[in-house]
């Protein structure tokens, strides 16, 4: 039996509009819903809106005494008149979350054995994340990857550029071969305010190099939320003749008989994922897996709702 799954010549058909990856009813849900970090980054206490620090701008907070070494700037001389006392003025700078979508759109993603594809389930996440970050007044960008890097939209927090995203979504075409490590690493270093790292691909690349290049953005003080995205038959090997397997970027073909490395497969299989699981929670790296046959909203919702547990 031989199995050949080959790269749609597009995902986005004709007729297809900007909200194709967005549903009414996952919005719905998503308006009561803030994406809430636990690491706090540069400029902000990520999705609350507030800074850990004090600052000098945007709402006042609170007065405290003087103390030697503050600036005589921040002294505030209506309370001197009144109190006859020296006081500072203190304030909570409002802040901004800039978080990036780094989507893998490599010929692996193409691959699907019922429903919809990994690429397909990646945009809806992809999506639905940039309408809540923007929902929320937060940036959002967009990188689009495969051997390198295929688009890049900077962040922004304006609500018209939602329908920018959308769009370049709406654009993808699966295809090329994969090169994570690479395209991770140039990202940490262009990539510069820190913010919110949220990488959504199959992780099909060299594992060891993979995490390096995530400890990379850890390093430039990025958080970093990774979603593995897979679809179930490439955990359980399924099938239940001898098939004939085609990479989807190489296009090599390797004959097998699932009845006969079914179980070394899976277990090979755990053990890569738990490889995953230990070194992005040694390198304080969220990590998450999704599975294409549970409905993307579903899934979602129930990843917030346990970072909202965590914070």
């Not at 009144?82 to 800039?98: I, Q």
């Amino acid at each position: 039996m031989a199995i050949n799954y080959p790269v749609p010549a597009r995902i986005v058909r004709k007729g297809q509009t900007a909200t194709r990856f967005l549903k009414p009813e996952v919005v719905a849900k998503l308006k009561s819903i803030d994406l809430k970090a636990r690491l706090v980054v540069e400029g902000f206490l990520a999705g609350l809106h507030r800074s850990p620090y004090k600052g000098f701008s945007v709402e006042f907070t609170e007065h405290r005494p003087y103390m030697p070494g503050d600036e005589l700037k921040r002294i505030d001389w209506k309370v001197f008149g009144k109190t006859d006392r020296f006081y500072v003025r203190e304030y909570e700078e409002e802040t901004n979350l800039r978080a990036y979508l780094i989507l893998d759109s490599s010929g692996s993603m193409a691959y699907k054995t019922r429903g919809i594809s990994k690429l397909e389930y990646a945009s809806y996440l992809a999506a639905s994340l940039a309408y809540l970050l923007l929902h929320q007044k937060d940036s959002a960008g967009l990188v689009v990857f495969s051997d390198r890097i295929d688009t890049y939209v900077p962040a922004r927090r304006s609500p018209a550029h939602l329908n920018i995203l959308l769009s370049q979504l709406n654009r993808l075409q699966p295809g090329g071969d994969t090169n994570l490590a690479d395209t991770f690493h140039q990202l940490a270093e262009r990539i510069k305010r820190r913010g919110l790292i949220i990488i959504l691909s199959d992780l099909w690349d060299d594992q060891a190099r993979v995490l390096s290049a995530l400890r990379h953005f850890r390093h430039r003080k990025h958080e970093v939320l990774v979603f593995h995205i897979l679809d179930p038959n490439e955990k359980n090997l399924s099938y239940k003749t001898p098939v004939l397997l085609k990479d989807l970027e190489t296009g090599q073909q390797m004959a097998l008989d699932p009845r006969v490395v079914g179980a070394e497969y899976r277990k090979s299989f755990e053990a890569f994922f738990h490889q995953f699981e230990r070194g992005c929670r040694e390198g304080l790296i969220d990590y998450h897996r999704f599975f294409t046959d549970t409905p993307f909203d579903r899934a979602l919702l129930s990843y917030l709702a346990r970072r909202q547990r965590l914070r």
